[in-house]
């Protein structure tokens, strides 16, 4: 066989072998296969492995070619092989896999170089047969290379079986098929179609002032895993769009920003409150909450005239700024006449060294404020009287300074330590709620403070120390018409702390009202006594001295010796002188004005029905053992009648008494405690006589 024939059934075959394979790539791409992503996988690794060697013997082929040009003189040894039998399937699926593994590309002449001894009509002949390959021809006899050439070439086997550009042509197109599948797989599948798989906010909270810009990053994700490159396309694709639910508060605008897969907008908050900025591309969407706050930029200072007083004491400067939330670094603070205040600038405080008048000034940078500052008189103390009360009374606590009209420091808080026992008004009156003790604190507004003792008084009334108990109470006595009797009941063991005593600190020296004589005395007790008087024939013995001399009476004695109260005649003195008893120190003190009521435990009827009877005493013999009465109520005006002899001894006799006799009639009677007086009247009357418990 001649060199051309040889080259022309070459040529057949190896366009025979890459047309079957192009036409394997087709039907595998018409069959149902795996999810496209697999799919595209696997084509694109296929059209790799098939493109490759096919390069590799397109270069080859050349190499040959170029060497056979060379050497045009040189006698071409036959070549042998081993027939192949085109029409046996082993072998034509044998000559398809070599066929695949070439690569090719389409030009005119797909089956080597232009031979310049072909005929026109050869050359022809080739190119319309490769082109019938390329279109799908699948006729056995142009695959096998029979045909258009003739039997003849049947037997002769080509000394390279390879078409690298039909191969290269068939690869081409093959994977041109393949990525126009894979893009509409990508058109029209997943969210969006352009493979977006969400956006979102970095944060879903964001604080802005008032005035501010403020940048927000809406960021994309893919739907898989590709290229920064591919993602921004897929963006392109989408409409994204920028929205305020209240633009009054915060404004939305797109901006420029050059990150890939990201999108900004730039907010602008107007006002203060709060407002939702949603960034919304085909169908995704994410949303950030905006608070706009107050802006901390410096526009003011505001600060009121100061009014200080004259302390030691550091107190605070008192100013806004406005914006409160504001910023003002460098803030000084200056006095402009140091000697009447004076200022701590870095730490803010200011305190009156003299009373006057002066200015402060508060500077930040350009911005600054300035007030009137006064210094006035300021006490140095206060103080208040303490207070005592019956139960439902109330008292004002009066609250005095240290200094004559003072201009400040009289502003006053009061607090009731115990308001079980006493209330307190924001006014400083106390009212008593129950019987006790407590504690009212006074502060002013300079913090300067005092306590007042409060004691709140409610029958029974009791008072006890180491020598002595005194219990007083109030009884209504006589029925309708009757009085109010405060008894008061004293037990003791210091003899010498009960007696009598006469008005002015001497007898005869005149009368002393009851009150008077407490205070002076400064007795515990203090009752106004009998009606004995330096004109009267009384024998009188005051705290163990005689002041008048006169014949015994059944009247009452008692001894600071034995602590005893009785009557002359229980203890069978009568007929004795008066100054000879009170040597003995048998008597200390007298009571007399009648003659007793009841002695022994038996009443002495007296004959007397009128309610006259005003103050009595009684005893039960026992050492330290006393009980003084004032009746006061009743009768025709309600206060100057008392009780009858009668009544007062049945009273003493319930109360265990065996001696007891009147020490007043008529007019008004007195019973003063501690710092109260019990009875409603008689504290002011004066009385030449009185008896006491100190």
């Not at 022309?8 to 018409?30: I, S, T």
């Not at 795996?34 to 694109?44: C, H, R, T, V």
């Not at 107007?270 to 591309?281: D, M, P, Q, R, Y």
Request: net charge negative; charged share 25%.
């Amino acid at each position: 066989m001649s060199k051309g024939n040889r080259k022309k059934k070459r040529r057949r075959q190896q366009a025979a072998a890459r047309a079957a394979a192009q036409k394997k790539h087709a039907q595998a791409a018409a069959k149902p296969s795996e999810p496209e992503q697999g799919l595209a996988e696997n084509s694109f690794s296929t059209l790799e492995r098939d493109i490759e060697p096919v390069e590799q013997s397109v270069k080859s082929q050349e190499s040959e070619a170029k060497a056979e040009a060379s050497s045009k003189d040189a006698s071409v040894e036959p070549v042998e092989e081993q027939a192949v039998d085109e029409t046996d399937p082993e072998s034509r699926q044998e000559n398809m896999v070599q066929s695949e593994e070439k690569d090719c590309e389409w030009d005119r002449f797909p089956f080597g170089e232009e031979d310049e001894d072909e005929s026109a009509e050869n050359r022809d002949g080739e190119e319309n047969f490769a082109q019938n390959l390329w279109q799908g021809g699948d006729d056995d006899n142009e695959l096998t290379g029979a045909g258009t050439y003739g039997d003849d070439l049947e037997n002769e086997l080509p000394g390279k079986a390879s078409w690298p550009r039909v191969a290269g042509i068939a690869a081409l197109v093959t994977a041109i098929v393949w990525a126009v599948i894979i893009g509409a797989w990508m058109l029209f599948s997943g969210n969006g179609g352009v493979g977006v798989k969400s956006v979102s906010f970095e944060n879903s909270e964001l604080s802005v002032m008032v005035g501010q810009n403020e940048t927000v990053v809406a960021v994309f994700e893919s739907d898989k895993d590709q290229n920064i490159e591919a993602l921004e396309k897929a963006i392109a694709k989408l409409d994204v769009e920028w929205s305020s639910t209240d633009a009054s508060v915060v404004s939305v605008e797109e901006a420029e920003w050059e990150s890939p897969g990201e999108r900004a907008a730039t907010l602008t908050a107007k006002k203060e409150g709060v407002a939702e900025i949603t960034v919304s591309a085909g169908d995704f969407s994410d949303v950030i909450t905006v608070t706009v706050v107050p802006s901390d930029r410096l526009e003011g200072i505001n600060a009121e005239p100061m009014t200080l007083p004259v302390s030691d004491t550091w107190q605070n400067i008192p100013y806004t700024l406005v914006p409160e939330q504001a910023k003002a670094d460098g803030l000084t603070f200056s006095i402009a006449d140091s000697s009447v205040a004076e200022v701590d600038s870095a730490a803010g405080k200011i305190r009156g060294l003299t009373p006057g008048e002066t200015t402060l000034t508060i500077q930040a940078g350009e911005i600054n404020e300035t007030v009137k500052v006064t210094v006035q008189r300021t006490p140095h103390s206060i103080s208040a009287e303490n207070i005592a009360l019956w139960v439902s009374e109330t008292s004002t606590i009066e609250v005095t300074t240290d200094i004559n009209n003072p201009e400040c420091g009289t502003n006053y808080t009061f607090t009731s330590e115990d308001e079980n026992i006493a209330v307190v008004s924001e006014n400083g009156v106390v009212t008593g709620v129950s019987g006790g003790f407590t504690e009212i604190l006074v502060t002013n507004e300079l913090g300067q403070k005092c306590t007042v003792e409060v004691e709140v008084l409610d029958y029974p009334l009791h008072r006890t120390d180491s020598t002595s108990d005194i219990t007083i109470t109030k009884e209504w006595v006589g029925g309708d018409t009757g009085a109010n009797c405060y008894a008061a009941h004293i037990v003791f063991s210091d003899y010498t702390r009960f007696g009598t005593a006469n008005g002015n600190g001497g007898y005869g020296l005149g009368a002393e009202t009851t009150l008077s004589a407490h205070e002076r005395l400064g007795n515990i007790l203090t009752v106004s006594g009998d009606g004995a008087t330096a004109a009267s024939d009384y024998p009188v013995a005051r705290e163990g001295s005689l002041r008048n001399q006169g014949p015994l009476h059944s009247d009452g004695v008692y001894s600071r010796t034995n602590g005893i109260l009785n009557s002359t005649v229980s203890l069978d003195l009568d007929g004795y002188f008066l100054s000879d008893l009170v040597d003995r120190e048998d008597v200390s003190d007298t009571f007399q004005y009648k003659p007793a009521f009841l002695v022994n435990g038996a009443l002495v009827p007296t004959g007397d029905s009128t309610r006259t009877q005003r103050t009595f005493i009684g005893s039960n013999g026992t050492p330290g053992d006393i009980w003084i009465v004032v009746a006061e109520g009743g009768m025709v005006d309600g206060v100057s009648a008392g009780l009858t002899p009668d009544e007062c001894a049945s009273f003493l006799a319930s109360k265990g008494c065996l001696f007891g006799m009147q020490l007043n009639e008529g007019g008004t009677a007195a019973m003063v405690y501690r710092d109260w007086t019990l009875t409603a009247n008689g504290a002011g009357q004066a009385h030449e006589n009185f008896v006491y418990f100190r």
